[in-house]
């Protein structure tokens, strides 16, 4: 089973940025990862995808503030975050990006975004 180890939230002003870093135990090369988030009182949900084929897709509220990359070669996975606004607050993992056959989740990061 691969384990999955998020870093890199903290609190930010709106406005600000943060990049998370993701690393799994085993590779990630030929998996489509994603990061995902859980607000309070919220389900998780994906806002983030990329292919392996570095292809990338995002959900709309998230779309030209947050860029998903990879590195395959550490088994890393990470979310540049801009613009961040107070509803980005959440915590935020990374996954498999699929329905079925997920790896079991991390503790993921928390994200404060507040003044």
């Known amino acids: 089973q691969v384990q999955l180890v998020e870093s890199g939230g903290g609190l930010v002003q709106p406005g600000g940025s943060l990049t998370l870093s993701c690393v799994a135990s085993?590779?990630?090369?030929?998996?489509?990862m994603g990061w995902y988030r859980q607000a309070p009182g919220k389900q998780r949900e994906l806002v983030a995808t990329?292919?392996?084929?570095?292809?990338?897709k995002y959900v709309d509220f998230v779309k030209g503030r947050f860029t998903i990359s990879r590195d395959n070669a550490k088994n890393t996975v990470s979310l540049q975050m801009n613009s961040l606004k107070s509803e980005d607050t959440a915590v935020y993992y990374c996954?498999?990006?699929?329905?079925?056959?997920?790896?079991?989740w991390g503790r993921g990061t928390q994200v404060t975004v507040s003044s």
């Open positions: 996954n498999r990006a699929t329905n079925w056959g997920r790896w079991a």
């Open positions: 085993g590779t990630i090369f030929s998996y489509a």
């Open positions: 990329i292919y392996s084929t570095s292809s990338t």
